[in-house]
């Protein structure tokens, strides 16, 4: 802890950008306090923006949980899809995250998978930080007066920034309130039982939301020091790792209907956290395939469908966007990069084959070789080819996310991006609504509650 505070000795006069949460010169005064366990039961972990008596929180649950599979897939039901299938891949997948890489592991069917109920790091169903981002994204929209028509005041960078800031470390739409929800009650029970808890829980419990990597962690450094800064400016951790597109779903759900806006929004929420072109543009690709798939008309009825929506798709993407990266050029083509440079991640032509639509398609040897198989999948552009693989060979939203899932290595960020991908496809199922009842426990609906408000704020 000393380490940190270390870090804020200095001083900052700025102005808050929210009456209801902290501002950040408060923030950055708490991050050079004393963090004592009993002070986090002032944190924000049980907070929400929204209100437990929403009216829309009722309307949203009626929505999804009724929704039947026989109903058309409109534009509603796969926004809504793309925010859930984001929860619910990276839940299952913080099963198998940091698991050796594995092409034939496939006994992982979901969250009630007997073999994996041993050394979990997470209690089953619980969100990390892939769901817990992409909340603070949203919530950034919802809160902020939007202006579509004029792109440099749409996106407020620095509110994002600051609510990133304050679920690293005050618990801001942290999944771990379920968890004590759960297990020990309101907030004025744990109160009264808390040298109980810091003997149970004090391990699992810590200063930072479970989740932060490297990369973010350095992106919220830069933040306390440059608050006015809207993109990270930091050069450590991999700045071209898959984090930004974990997070993205909330961003072509609200602009599903303004396709060069949105562009621009996820090609700036990427470099709010990742100083890397190859992030933002691979944030571009995502965000462009999930607008034509929330805006589709086609109902699916099996892969070669899936295959011929997606081909069309990525044929027009290489028309409509405009890309500086060679790989993502590749990647939008499905094509083996013939240029490179060498380096300690790029070593032989396999390791920039971004051919995802073959059936063989796999993660990179050197990649997967320097990390022992355990976190293949963290960089940006394996991620997405991955998860454009499993799904182009894929016809339903359950094969997209075990596929997925039972790869190991970084799996609950592969699961989080092929669930947005995969939802947004083929929209509300029964296993979607199965699977998404054993996360609500932990996060109280936040998901679902956010996906409805973001989808009919467009509307308004």
């Known amino acids: 802890m000393e380490d940190k505070q270390e870090r804020y000795k200095e001083k900052y006069n700025i102005k808050e950008f929210s009456q209801k949460i902290p501002g950040i010169q408060e923030t950055i005064r708490k991050l050079k306090d004393d963090n004592s366990f009993e002070n986090q039961w002032n944190s924000l972990i049980h907070y929400d923006i929204i209100s437990e008596n929403d009216e829309d929180r009722k309307q949203a649950n009626t929505y999804f949980f009724q929704f039947q599979n026989n ?41 009630d998978s007997e073999n994996y ?9 619980m969100i990390s930080d892939d769901t817990s981002l992409a909340l603070c994204l949203a ?8 202006n579509i028509q004029k792109n440099q005041k749409f996106f407020n960078v620095q509110d994002f920034r600051h609510r990133i800031l304050l679920w690293w470390y005050e618990g801001y739409n942290n999944g771990k309130w379920g968890y004590f929800k759960q297990f020990f009650g309101k907030k004025s029970e744990i109160a009264q039982n808390l040298p109980e808890l810091k003997e149970n829980v004090r391990g699992f419990w810590n200063a930072d939301s479970f989740g932060v990597g490297i990369t973010i962690w350095n992106s919220g450094i830069n933040f306390v020091r440059r608050p006015f800064s809207e993109f990270c400016e930091e050069k450590m951790g991999n700045q071209n790792a898959n984090g930004s597109l974990m997070r993205l779903a909330p961003v072509p759900i609200l602009l599903r209907d303004q396709m ?159 669930g947005q ?15 998404y009842e054993q996360i609500m426990k932990w996060e109280e609906q936040k998901v679902l509650i956010r996906a409805y408000k973001l989808f009919n704020k467009n509307k308004q």
């Open 139 to 146: 919530d950034s929209f919802l809160e902020n007066k939007l």
């Open 421 to 435: 991908i995969a939802g947004a496809l083929f929209g509300i199922c029964e296993k979607m609504k199965l699977w």
């Open 260 to 418: 060069e806006l949105c562009l621009d929004v996820s090609y700036k929420q990427s470099l709010a956290t990742h100083n890397g072109l190859q992030a933002a543009e691979c944030c571009q690709v995502m965000s462009y395939l999930i607008i034509k798939l929330i805006n589709c008309e086609i109902q699916l009825e099996n892969n070669k469908d899936v295959q011929e929506l997606l081909d069309q798709i990525f044929e027009q993407m290489s028309k409509d966007i405009e890309i500086q990266d060679e790989g993502v050029l590749c990647l939008i083509k499905s094509q083996q990069q013939l240029n490179f440079e060498k380096d300690e991640h790029n070593q032989v032509l396999e390791d920039v084959n971004w051919n995802w639509k073959s059936k063989v398609f796999q993660y990179s040897p050197t990649r997967t070789k320097r990390h022992e198989g355990t976190s293949i999948g963290a960089y940006c552009m394996d991620s997405l080819c991955m998860a454009l693989h499993i799904i182009y060979q894929s016809e339903n939203f359950e094969q997209c996310i075990l596929k997925a899932v039972n790869l190991g290595g970084d799996a609950d960020t592969l699961g989080a991006i092929t």
């Open 117 to 125: 109920q041993k050394d979990l790091r997470l209690p089953l169903g």
């Open 71 to 111: 109903q058309y897939q409109d534009k509603m039901s796969r926004s809504i899809a793309c925010f859930v299938g984001l929860a619910i891949g990276d839940s299952i997948g913080n099963i198998t995250d940091g698991f050796k890489l594995s092409y034939e592991r496939k006994d992982l069917q979901g969250f």
